[in-house]
């Protein structure tokens, strides 16, 4: 009985919001860049450790779509960082049996960033351990909004009725269409709020806020959050065993 409750406890999908590289720089003395190269390692450590623990899905924000408003030098050593992790550990990422998925908007990217982001996502399909989701260019209410769009698209062609619009449909439309939503979200940083990130999805996510800056974040710091959540009741709006 112990065990099947502790089952149901364990988070399936965990989305992370990795804030805090610059600061953690700012207070070596050392560049915002420096930061974000810690950042891939933490990155790194997450990933093995998620997946260690059997967690199903991964969401991790690497770049939201307000990101563009750093300055021009930020925003390309970002985007060079990602490219370099895409090529460096793909193949790694593919043997441990992980599945890459990349979620935001591709319209506009550099073509070769698309192509590496296509070729990972094909190389990696049929994977069926972590799935891995790399949220680029992301952000939830041009999300939603894409995914508006497409409705009234259909709609509009005669495919379907308006009516036929459920939270399910809509839930379908977004990038993250076939995925759960996640149970637990984590941010670094010390930061409280979403900033953009899995507006629609996050609708009864479970949050832990942490102080620590994302580069100073391992596999303990993972399974503190997890043993964080599994303290958490889970209503939805009902009541549980625990409230009734
Ligand atoms: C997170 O760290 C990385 C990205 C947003 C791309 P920040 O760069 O936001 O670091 P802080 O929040 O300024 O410390
Ligand atoms: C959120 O962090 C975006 C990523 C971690 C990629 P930000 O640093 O951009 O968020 P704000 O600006 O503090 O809200
Ligand atoms: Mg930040």
Not at 82 to 104: P, Q, W, Y
Not at 105 to 121: H, N, Q, T
Not at 132 to 153: D, K, M, P, S
Not at 223 to 235: H, L, P
């Amino acid at each position: 009985m112990a065990t099947e409750l502790q089952s149901r406890c364990e988070p399936h999908h965990v989305a992370i919001i990795m804030d805090g590289n610059g600061r953690w720089a700012a207070m070596r003395g050392q560049p915002r860049s420096a930061g974000h190269r810690q950042g891939v390692e933490a990155l790194r450590r997450t990933v093995r450790a998620a997946a260690e623990l059997g967690i199903g899905v991964l969401t991790l924000y690497s770049f939201s779509t307000e990101n563009w408003s750093r300055p021009a030098a930020e925003v390309r050593f970002l985007l060079d960082l990602l490219r370099r992790f895409i090529r460096t550990d793909v193949a790694e990422l593919h043997k441990s049996n992980i599945r890459i998925m990349v979620i935001g908007d591709r319209d506009g990217l550099e073509p070769s960033l698309r192509k590496l982001f296509e070729e990972a996502e094909a190389l990696t399909r049929e994977n069926s351990a972590l799935k891995l989701v790399i949220a680029f260019n992301y952000g939830g209410r041009q999300e939603i909004t894409r995914a508006v769009r497409a409705l009234a698209q259909k709609v509009a062609r005669g495919e379907i009725l308006p009516a036929d619009i459920t939270p399910d449909v809509i839930g379908n439309h977004l990038d993250t269409g076939g995925l759960p939503e996640p149970d637990l979200l984590i941010r670094t940083g010390g930061e409280q709020r979403l900033s953009n990130y899995l507006l629609w999805q996050c609708a009864y996510t479970e949050f832990v806020f942490m102080p620590d800056y994302w580069p100073d974040f391992d596999a303990d710091r993972l399974r503190q959050a997890v043993a964080d959540y599994r303290m958490r009741d889970r209503r939805f709006g009902g009541l549980t065993a625990q409230s009734a």
